[in-house]
């Protein structure tokens, strides 16, 4: 609306009155036009002033326009954290940082998944009602959580550790689920059913009420998670499982511990996980012989293997010793001909990960080229799916990412057994 005076305002109590007026109203849009002589004021919404005054009221509206707009306005700036260590102290992990604020913490989430160009932002509080800001983030937390809801059997063993597995109350498809002490709950009914990750069951999530779900995704289309934005339940992503080094992995505890309000317990558990594995690593890097290894199998026609950059190449070169396609960039699995492997890794010394085959009889029956390998022969073919858990779920799957120290201990077993006399293989075993 517009507003027009004229002749009228004779002095400065008259054009301060005009003034205190239009702040009284200041998500309005208006025009004043004040002619008086020779000067003429426009003002239009606090954002596009100009004015053309004689200098009699020059320094007068300049300083009250100041003060008005300073009053009104908000100028987002950056939230500075209170510690300079952004990331928290994080060695290995490339995929979250916890800042720490007076009233707050920010958990940033760069890679949950691989070529996400979107960096999510969790703010962590005590009370959400009394936390009031001026920044946007994806999900306001209320800390500790009490209770949650995890997607992935990778999130178990951080909640053990933390001795918080009781918080969990929902899981998709609990069949995966290998832990002893998990299951125990789950034959005491604590934990739901929620279905499938790509599909949860949202009706029964919705009566479980988690503080949080801790979810994963391959890509950012998970319709699911997005009907529980919209119901207001906190939906975090965790991408443990893009890391490629074995102890950025394991750092994620570290996630947890941020959930909970254990950040020194998740920091305890995690350095004795990486003293292990730096001390046996060290231990191995002076043995006299460096082995070659074979890894991978065939899925239809098509061998897949891991990359050279990936999880798995990374603790077979800590083992010291020499895996095949080392040299190959990636950090996820290549499809090669029964052809290309045979010639590059018909004479490995060691076959790690042969797929889901439990025996070297039932991999000749589904292939009779494996036989042509040395490593098959030898008998010198260790698989890593043949513990599971009361219900089929893979320990390892479950548990490796978050051990390494004791992958890395089978797989130095497996490779220079003279190294570590005394261990006894816990997620890997020779086929017969």
């Known amino acids: 609306m517009k507003f027009h005076y004229s002749e009228y305002a004779q002095n400065d109590l008259q054009l301060r009155e005009q003034l205190r007026y239009l702040t009284e109203f200041p998500f309005k849009s208006y025009a004043l036009t004040k002619i008086h002589g020779e000067s003429t004021i426009l003002l239009m919404g606090y954002k596009q002033i100009l004015l053309f005054l004689n200098m009699r009221y020059l320094i007068f509206f300049a300083t009250l326009l100041c003060l ?38 920010v958990l940033h989430v760069s890679n949950p998944w691989p070529g996400s160009e979107k960096t999510f932002k969790y703010a962590l509080v005590k009370n959400k009602k009394n936390f009031a800001t ?58 739901k059913e929620l279905g499938k990750n790509e599909d949860l069951n949202t009706e029964v999530l919705l009566t479980l009420e988690p503080d949080v779900v801790v979810g994963f995704a391959v890509d950012g289309n998970n319709t699911t998670f997005n009907t529980l934005r919209q119901m207001r339940i906190p939906v975090m992503y965790n991408g443990d499982w893009t890391e490629t ?7 994620w505890i570290k996630f947890f511990g941020a959930l909970y309000g254990k950040e020194k317990e998740a920091d305890s558990i995690f350095k004795s996980i990486e003293t292990t594995y730096n001390e046996v690593k060290h231990k191995v890097a002076s043995a006299k012989t460096r082995p070659t290894v074979l890894s991978g199998a065939m899925y239809r026609d098509v061998w897949y293997l891991p990359q050279g950059n990936s999880w798995a190449a990374q603790f077979i070169d800590d083992a010291n010793a020499e895996y095949l396609w080392e040299d190959s960039e990636g950090t996820g699995s290549l499809s090669l001909s029964i052809e290309a492997v045979l010639t590059k890794g018909q004479n490995a010394d060691v076959w790690i990960g042969p797929g889901q085959f439990t025996s070297l009889e039932q991999m000749k029956e589904m292939h009779a080229a494996y036989a042509g390998f040395d490593a098959f022969k030898n008998q010198k073919v260790y698989s890593f799916t043949t513990k599971k858990g009361a219900t089929g779920g893979v320990l390892y799957y479950e548990l490796a990412p978050n051990r390494p120290d004791i992958v890395l201990k089978d797989i130095i077993k497996i490779l220079h057994p003279e190294v570590l006399p005394e261990h006894e293989l816990y997620f890997f075993s020779p086929l017969e």
């Open 134 to 191: 001026q920044y946007s983030y994806d999900a306001i937390i209320e800390v500790p959580v009490k209770n949650m809801v995890v997607t992935s059997t990778t999130h178990i063993p951080s909640l053990e550790m933390l001795g918080m597995e009781t918080t969990l109350v929902g899981f998709p498809n609990l069949d995966y689920i290998s832990s002893e002490k998990t299951r125990a709950l789950i034959s005491e009914e604590k934990i």
């Open 245 to 251: 080094h074995p102890l950025g992995k394991a750092e």
């Open 68 to 105: 008005t707009i300073s009053c009104k306005e908000k100028v987002e700036a950056p939230e500075i954290a209170t510690n300079k260590k952004a990331n928290n102290g994080l060695a290995y992990a490339e995929g979250f940082t916890i800042e720490v604020f007076p009233t707050h913490k």
